[in-house]
């Protein structure tokens, strides 16, 4: 079992950002949050095939690296329960756990004695099957600063969810070899959101 102790507010912060670019019921395979647990950091993981977005909590790992994929309603209730814990107290200590062997989530609060367990999708799921890092690596090898950036707003909109922060949206590769045409755009919120 892996476990991770973070506030409340961050954890929801994350979460929501991931949540805001999950498929929904627009595409079932992709309705879906990744949850990745790192050495100082739960990542929270979502995309819906036009936006990606990985977003940060600092935390203190306790145990291996871990992931975890949540499906639609499962990920809804972890969501609602971090928001309900961030309302009452953003810097309450939240635990989060993940129990591959279980294929369960736990999460606790000992301020509001709460415990919520969560079920796992299957690993490979939604944004579990995604190399997201790749992903992400390859739009920022290709970053031109200086091309303009074409945007949706209805699809950046999803990068304001879960918290503030400064943006910064920059145009990378190129479409049919025209580099006035950016094939991707990076996006990034301060040090907690990339996508």
Known sequence: MTLIRTTAHDLARALAAADAHRAGHRDLDLDAVRLEIA???????????????????????????????????????????????????????????????????????????IEQTYLLAPADRGPGALDWRDHIDRTAAQVRPQAPVRLTPRLLGRFTQGGTGRMQVVASGEIDGQPELARAALVTVDDWLVG
């Open 39 to 113: 050495p100082g950091a739960l990542l929270a993981i979502g995309t819906d095939r036009y936006t990606l977005a990985a977003a940060r909590a600092d935390a203190t790992t306790y145990g291996a690296q871990a992931t975890a994929v949540l499906d639609g309603p499962e990920a809804d209730r972890l969501l609602a329960d971090a928001r309900r814990l961030a309302g009452l107290d953003g810097d309450l200590e939240t635990a989060v756990s993940i129990d591959t062997a279980e294929e369960t989530l736990t999460l606790t609060s000992c301020g509001c004695r």
